[in-house]
Structures are given as structure tokens and as C-alpha cells.
């Protein structure tokens, strides 16, 4: 038996290092169908963060479609997703490098098919200004062609124009089809190929605030006429339309408050297939979200969020009752289906991200890739609690609770660890309990995690969602501080040694916690917003009115803006920061955190900043993960004075 140590919490040392999280592990997304064969995408930190197309054969083979010079990533509302479609054994997709589409048979070289991206429509950096892009295709076999969202940004005096495109298969111009509104998304042909169904909306709203779905009838020669609003309206949000095997039109809406499918009646009216108070849906941050499939026109195999946590389920479409799948997952996404077989992604507390197939008849799963190519003794993981707390206005707000684990160490008498409160990025988004490295890296060092589920979080209903309307920079940071406070007050972590850090959104909620309030004593933001009114004047078109319903209008509420800047406030910040910043980041530039930097320099106050070439909105390249991991450690124990049990690469910081 080994012996166990006695050590400070955050001088524990831990099997789960920088260099295991970023060189054995992947991203895994996009998972699709075509016959026999299962596709997905992997994102290769240790390849620079590249985007492989992945085909698993019937033999149980699993081999890279996309050549070494392709990355399989599309720039369509910044954040991407929908990058590839398949179809018979040729595969469509976007290349970061250039934001062509292109055309690749299995096996063969890639072939360019929309030539109006050529170099007269590209900039001097290629990829990052590419004036088309596209993403979202779905393949029209019988008209030869490829219907896509496509973003053109070929306008020098206006934003870019969303549309709905065709694009010969065998390469040529593209035709318009649909037109005329800010975003689309989602076009799915019925399988007939007769009918084409789409989301679309309009500024202000975001998708999950609300939006349209449309079908339309499609000609010989492929134009789409006699469109028909379906559902959708401001203030209801639609999700995933999919057409079943015998033609009806089946869709996610929010209309009674929480994501449930629906589908089209034969008189054209909406009904609701399996009311529940759960979330079948989820926020269109990427294109190519999917959690629900047709197994057959009689049953969808189907995902859905319980008080944050994902649960498999069939629904008979017949009677619209649901029967549950017990499996180990807490989190499962990109459902896909065909008869008598499921494949999706999914996580559970001890296992990582992987790409799951299940018999639907024997209910037995098979694993076709892993995340983590490594395992990690049970005995250095730390399983989420879930946890609820009250917060402002008599409400509770939710979220994980990682104590400290690890199977070595143990921590001297009355000491209580520190404490990392995590806030999500979004904001509308949440936090997973899947196996997270990136938590584990803390908590096997001795560093209690909570990740918080602020109000205005999904997976709990369009009510908890909307707590957030408005109260952007007031709900989220109250949550996180009560969610610190409730643990400290309950013995479980150190109330003076309580750390916040986030990226994004999250990055925002933090320096708001940093300078609005006083319950933590350092903190780490990643790309993360200072300045309200430099981001509504510098930020890309998907989120580019975003902060109406957030915060309100601009400039009407300028006001509100300024109040809940943080750079605004920087002298109210007397506790240690650090910076996480990509130089090419287009969602929050870099200009948002050397302001902030700029002003703890002169106030004094410890501050470091890391800025990475190369990098957009959020970290893909290995080398880089780890000195951001690595650099967060440091940077908290240099403040906390805890020695740490491994050398990491130093991180400079001035004022300390």
C-alpha cells in the first residue's frame, strides 16, 4: 500500500500534468453517418490545433480522410461547427486555411468547388479574412449539389450577409436561395428532396432568444419557392429540425419554457412529440449541434438536460413516451441514429470524452475513439457534487463541487484548501460534468473547483436562462461569489484563499468579481471582455448586438455600459490578476486585456500577462494549453506562497 504524505493543498504532485492533458489529448465533435460508415472530427492540440476528418469503417477500422495540409474548420460566425458533410462516400468541407469548400471522394485529394473564393476574394491572410465562407451543408444527391450557409464579407461599407447557398458538387457559382434576413442556419432537406427546412432570425436576438423555421418547396432546377413559417417568433426559440423517414418536419422549440421536440401535423398545426421539464435543446453557439436522431420514423433516440445533466432516452413517436437509457454519461451530444444503432459523443465523472456506438437491441456500447488516450487511476479523480445555493432575491443558482483528491496526500490538520471558482464562457451556455483534465489538474494538486451554473445558464429551463436578460455582470458574478461564500461558510474550502478564473464571458465575469466585489483574493482571466464598449465596437457579427438583451440597448443605455466595465473601475481592483490573450483573437481583440493590464501596472497591483501569436478565440495550440495551465499555477501559488511539488516554467510578474 502506498504511503501517504503529508502536504499543503496545492503542493500535492499529480500524475495529471500539463504535458499528458495537452499531448495525449483531442477534441472530438461532428459525429455523422453515411452507411456503414461513422465520420467525426478531431482537433489535434499536439497537430497545432488542426481539424481532422475521421471515417471508422464496418471492419472496425478508423483512418484520416483529410490530408495533412488540411484543416477541417470553418470561420462562419467566428466559432465555426458544421465544417463537413458527407454523402456517399465524398466528403464536403471547409479549410481553415483558405475557407474554401471543398470536395474530396474517400481516398483522393481535396478539389476546390466554389471558385468565387478565389484569390481575388481573399486577403493577405488567407483564412483569418477570408470574404466567403461556408458552413452547415447538407448534400442534394438529386440536384448535384451542396446547400449551405455561406457568410460573405465582401462588402468593405456594410457587416457581412448571411444567405443560403447551392454549390454545384462538381464546382461552379453559387446560387442564391435564400436571402434577406441576418442569420441562417440548419438547412435540412426532407427525404424526398423536395421540401428545404431552415432556421433563420434578425438582429438583435441570438438564436436561443428566438427564432424562425421556414420550409420551402425546391424545383427541378433547384429555386425554393411557396416559404412557409412553420414556428419560431422572437421570443421562442427553435433547435435542430430534422425531417423523420416518413417526411414530417420535427423540431426543439422553448415555446413552453423548456427545449421539448415538436413536429409539424398533417393540418400544418406544432404539437409537442414528449413534454418535460427538461432541455432536449441546447445554445447555437456552432453549427452542426445535434441531440436527436431518427432510428426509425417510430422512435428517436434522443439526449436531454436534467438539472444540468445529460440522460439518454428513445421516445416513441407513436404514443410520445419516453423510455430511459441507463448509461454512465452525464454528458452526451452529436446524436446520430440508423436502424438498430446510436452513435454519439459522450463523458461520464471518471472517463473522458469519447465516441460512443450502441446496439439500440442489446443496449451495449462500443468505444471508437477516446479524448484521453490514457487512463488515469480512479484514486487522483475528484467526482463533481452537484450543489445548489441560494443567491440574490431569495433564488437558488446551481453548480459541480470538486473537492481536492488525490490518493497520495493528504493535507495537515485544520487546513482547508483554496478554492477556484470557474464562471463559464457564453455567458449562455454551461458547464459539463463530464471528466474535465483541466479541473482534475487542479483538484489532484490539493485545489478545490467549483464550477458554477450562474443564472442565465442553460440546461435548467428558458426562466434560469433569462435571469441574465439585463443583469449581465450582476447575476453571474453574484452567483459565483455566493457559490464561493456557501462553501466557506459550510468548512468545506478557504475562505482567504478563494481564486475566480474564466475565459471569455466568463473572463468578463471575472474581472467584474475582481473589481465590483471583494470575495476573492486573486484570479485569471482568459480573453476575456474589460470593456463593454469597446467590445459593442469591435466584435464580429454573430454577437455584434448580443449585449441588447444582456445589458440593453446601445448606445440608449451607454450608461450601463460604462458602469459595468471593468476597466472603467480598475483602481477598485487591489488583488492579483493574470492574462491569458490570443493576438488574433476577432471575438474580444487583445486591445480588451492590455488596457486592463496597462492599468494594474500603474496602480501597482500584482499583475502578468501571456499573449499568444497565432491564437484566436480560445487556445487550440499545445505548447500553448500548457503554458496557460502551467502559467495559472504558478502565477496562484507565487500570490498564496504554497510551494509547488513540480518546476513549471515561470511566468513573469510585475508589482508581486
Not at 456503414?36 to 471515417?55: A, L, N
Not at 471518471?350 to 490514457?374: C, G, H, N, W, Y
Not at 474550502?493 to 465590483?516: E, K
Not at 464580429?540 to 451607454?558: A, D
Amino acid at each position: 500500500m502506498t504511503e501517504i504524505k503529508t502536504a499543503s493543498y496545492g503542493s500535492w504532485k499529480s500524475p495529471i500534468t500539463s504535458d499528458l492533458i495537452v499531448k495525449e489529448s483531442i477534441g472530438l465533435s461532428q459525429v455523422k453517418l453515411d452507411g456503414d460508415d461513422i465520420y467525426w472530427i478531431e482537433m489535434r492540440p499536439s497537430e497545432g490545433g488542426r481539424q481532422v476528418i475521421v471515417r471508422h469503417t464496418s471492419d472496425g477500422q478508423s483512418v484520416d480522410v483529410t490530408p495533412r495540409e488540411f484543416n477541417a474548420r470553418t470561420r462562419v460566425h467566428e466559432y465555426g461547427g458544421g465544417d463537413y458533410a458527407v454523402q456517399g462516400g465524398v466528403v464536403y468541407f471547409s479549410n481553415f486555411g483558405d475557407q474554401e469548400l471543398y470536395r474530396q471522394p474517400v481516398g483522393l485529394t481535396p478539389r476546390a468547388i466554389a471558385p468565387e473564393n478565389g484569390p481575388d476574394a481573399r486577403g493577405p491572410q488567407a483564412g483569418m479574412t477570408a470574404l466567403l465562407r461556408y458552413a452547415d451543408a447538407v448534400v442534394d444527391t438529386k440536384r448535384n449539389c451542396v446547400i449551405c450557409v455561406r457568410e460573405d464579407h465582401r462588402a468593405k461599407d456594410r457587416e457581412a450577409t448571411n444567405n443560403l447557398v447551392a454549390i454545384p458538387c462538381d464546382g461552379g457559382a453559387a446560387r442564391m436561395l435564400v436571402s434577406g434576413n441576418n442569420f441562417y442556419s440548419s438547412p435540412r432537406l426532407s427525404p424526398d428532396a423536395a421540401r428545404l427546412a431552415w432556421l433563420q432570425w434578425n438582429h438583435p436576438n441570438m438564436p436561443w432568444d428566438g427564432c424562425e423555421l421556414w420550409i420551402g418547396e425546391i424545383t427541378a432546377d433547384g429555386a425554393i419557392l411557396n416559404q412557409q413559417h412553420v414556428a419560431g417568433a422572437i421570443d421562442e426559440s427553435i433547435f435542430q429540425p430534422e425531417w423523420s423517414p416518413d417526411g414530417t418536419l420535427y423540431f426543439i422549440s422553448d415555446r413552453a419554457g423548456w427545449w421539448n421536440i415538436h413536429r409539424v401535423t398533417p393540418d400544418a398545426g406544432v404539437e409537442c412529440v414528449c413534454e418535460m421539464k427538461a432541455e432536449f435543446g441546447a445554445p447555437q453557439w456552432v453549427f452542426g449541434l445535434s441531440t436527436y436522431a431518427f432510428e426509425s420514423a417510430d422512435r428517436i433516440v434522443c439526449t436531454f438536460a436534467e438539472q444540468g445533466i445529460w440522460g439518454l432516452g428513445i421516445i416513441d413517436t407513436r404514443t410520445g413516451k419516453l423510455e430511459r437509457i441507463e448509461t454512465p454519461y452525464t454528458e452526451i451530444s452529436f446524436m446520430r441514429a440508423a436502424p438498430g444503432r446510436a452513435v454519439f459523443r459522450a463523458g461520464s465523472p471518471l472517463e473522458p470524452f469519447a465516441i460512443i456506438e450502441m446496439d439500440l437491441a442489446t443496449r451495449k456500447t462500443k468505444v471508437l475513439q477516446r479524448a484521453s488516450s490514457f487512463a488515469i487511476d480512479s484514486g487522483y479523480l475528484s467526482a463533481p457534487q452537484p450543489i445548489e445555493f441560494p443567491t440574490e432575491s431569495g433564488l437558488t443558482a446551481h453548480g459541480f463541487f470538486y473537492p481536492p483528491q488525490n490518493r497520495d496526500f493528504a493535507a495537515p490538520a485544520n487546513e482547508k484548501p483554496p478554492l477556484l471558482v470557474k464562471s463559464h464562457g457564453g455567458p449562455t451556455s454551461a458547464t459539463i460534468s463530464a471528466l474535465t483534465l483541466s479541473i482534475q489538474y487542479w483538484t489532484s494538486r490539493g485545489v478545490a473547483v467549483l464550477d458554477v451554473n450562474y443564472g442565465g445558464s442553460t440546461g435548467y429551463g428558458r426562466a434560469y436562462r433569462e435571469r441574465l436578460n439585463g443583469a449581465w455582470g450582476i447575476v453571474d458574478v453574484d452567483d459565483c461569489c455566493n457559490g464561493a461564500k456557501f462553501l466557506a461558510a459550510r468548512g468545506e474550502v478557504d475562505g482567504d484563499r478563494l481564486m475566480i478564473d474564466g475565459g471569455s464571458a466568463g473572463g468578463y465575469t471575472t474581472l467584474c468579481a475582481l473589481v465590483f466585489r471583494d470575495a476573492f483574493k486573486a484570479g485569471a482571466s482568459y480573453y476575456g471582455v474589460s470593456d463593454l464598449e469597446a467590445l459593442e465596437n469591435d466584435t464580429h457579427k454573430f454577437e455584434s448586438r448580443y449585449s441588447n438583451s444582456l445589458i440593453g440597448p446601445y448606445p440608449e443605455r451607454r450608461d450601463l455600459y460604462f458602469e459595468r466595465s471593468p476597466i472603467n473601475f480598475a483602481e477598485n481592483l487591489s488583488c492579483p490578476v493574470i492574462f491569458f490573450q490570443g493576438l488574433e483573437d476577432k471575438v474580444v481583440p487583445p486591445n480588451q486585456a492590455e488596457m486592463m493590464v496597462a492599468a494594474l501596472r500603474k496602480k501597482g497591483v500584482p499583475v502578468a500577462y501571456v499573449a499568444f501569436a497565432f491564437e484566436q478565440h480560445g487556445f487550440r495550440r499545445a505548447e500553448n494549453i500548457k503554458r496557460a495551465l502551467d502559467g495559472e499555477l504558478y502565477f496562484y501559488a507565487r500570490v498564496f506562497g504554497f510551494e509547488l511539488a513540480e518546476t513549471v516554467e515561470p511566468v513573469p510578474i510585475e508589482n508581486l
